[in-house]
């Protein structure tokens, strides 16, 4: 299944709504770009929910680390929400746990970026 990237704003946060599976080619391409807009037009504030994305690979995961630095260098801050059990353990196993801040509650999420 490719995936699908849906934005909304909840109380001056982006979120990033994917489903699907995060790998080589399109998918990855489409997390980048989401996020690359985001940041040009100077949004801070962005969360990736990952509720329905089913699947990660290895070029996946390296979008979420580029995906992760642009905001960086661009002053933003992006957070990750609702992580399904594999994409938890992928991230646990390879230690990114770590780098990223992730919450399992939307509300708790957006209140972090205050």
Same mark, same amino acid.
């Given at each position: 299944?490719? !995936?699908? =990237? $849906? ?7 982006? $979120?990033?709504? #994917? ?9 990855? =391409?489409? =997390?980048?770009? %989401?996020?690359?807009? !985001? ?6 504030? /962005?969360?990736?929910? #990952? @509720?329905?994305?089913?699947? /990660?690979?290895?070029?996946?995961? @390296?979008?979420? /680390?580029? %995906? *992760? ?8 801050? #992006? ?17 990114? *746990?770590?780098? +990223?801040?992730? *919450? ?6 957006? %209140?972090? +970026?205050?």
């Amino acid at each position: 299944m490719a !995936l699908t =990237v $849906v934005s909304r704003e909840v109380g001056g946060v982006a $979120v990033l709504e #994917l489903k699907g599976k995060i790998t080589l080619g399109e998918g990855s =391409v489409q =997390v980048r770009d %989401a996020v690359r807009n !985001l940041v040009n037009k100077g949004t801070k504030s /962005i969360l990736l929910n #990952l @509720g329905d994305v089913n699947y /990660i690979d290895s070029s996946g995961l @390296g979008e979420l /680390i580029g %995906a *992760y630095t642009t905001a960086k260098n661009h002053g933003a801050e #992006l957070k990750l929400l609702k992580l399904t059990q594999k994409v938890h353990d992928l991230l646990q196993v390879t230690k990114l *746990y770590t780098v +990223f801040d992730i *919450y399992d509650d939307e509300t708790a999420a957006v %209140a972090s +970026f205050k």
